[in-house]
Nanobody
């Protein structure tokens, strides 16, 4: 079992930066691929980024590649999402998720409660 708690959301202006954090409970954090998803009002949940547990490989959606950076600190049981050059279309609730799998086909079994990110123009 892994419990996930996100933090770091807020209201920013376009062009600003934010760093989201996701703290995980459990002693096997380093055996989970961790990812960030987001969901804007009226839209489906969207994959944002992921980092494998096995080889540290990272994945990004086209919409955030080059602006967002995912990283993990296994010693702190925490995964981060550094978001730069934020745009109004990045406005969403951001969710942290964990999977025992790896790669783009990983199935995410554990989810946090989400943190709101709002980007004003």
């Amino acid at each position: 079992q892994v419990q996930l708690v996100e933090s770091g959301g807020g209201l920013v202006q376009a062009g600003d930066s934010l760093r989201l954090s996701c703290a995980a409970s459990g002693r096997t954090f380093n055996r989970y691929t961790m990812a960030w998803f987001r969901q804007a009002p009226g839209k489906e949940r969207e994959y944002v980024a992921a980092v494998n547990w096995s080889d540290g490989k990272v994945y990004y959606s086209d919409s955030v590649r080059g602006r967002f950076t995912i990283s993990r600190d296994n010693a702190k049981n925490t995964v981060y999402l550094q978001m730069n050059s934020l745009k109004p279309e990045d406005t969403a609730v951001y969710y942290c998720a964990g999977s025992p799998g790896t790669g783009v086909g990983a199935k995410y079994d554990y989810w946090g409660q989400g943190t709101q990110v709002t980007v004003s123009s």
